[in-house]
Nanobody
């Protein structure tokens, strides 16, 4: 069974940076498109970035130029480098397979103070 463990969230000031990590176990990691999602209070979960097994990336317009998704297929890890953080980035961040998603992990809280 696939397990997803997100980490790296925290409280940061506007303009600050965080690096989120997602550890994946129980899957053939390298063949899946992986995504980072976020859900803010009162809002639907949204896909903010994804990355193919080969390293091709896509970003939501709201984070383009500020966030960078990456992966390490050997370590079975997905990362999200977040720079120039804004209060509107405040959300719980999750990773998952973009297609054929599995059970959601606990997520990691990112709070950008205002």
């Amino acid at each position: 069974q696939v397990q997803l463990v997100e980490s790296g969230g925290g409280l940061v000031q506007p303009g600050g940076s965080l690096r989120l990590s997602c550890a994946v176990s129980g899957s053939i990691f390298g063949i899946y498109v992986m995504g980072w999602y976020r859900q803010a209070p009162g809002k639907q979960r949204e896909l903010v970035a994804d990355i193919t097994g080969g390293g091709s990336t896509n970003y939501a317009d709201s984070v383009k130029g500020r966030f960078t998704i990456s992966r390490d297929n050997t370590k079975k890890m997905v990362y999200l480098q977040m720079n120039s953080l804004k209060p509107e980035d405040t959300a719980v961040y999750y990773c998952n397979r973009k297609y054929a998603s599995t059970s959601w992990g606990q997520g990691t809280q990112v709070t950008v103070s205002s």
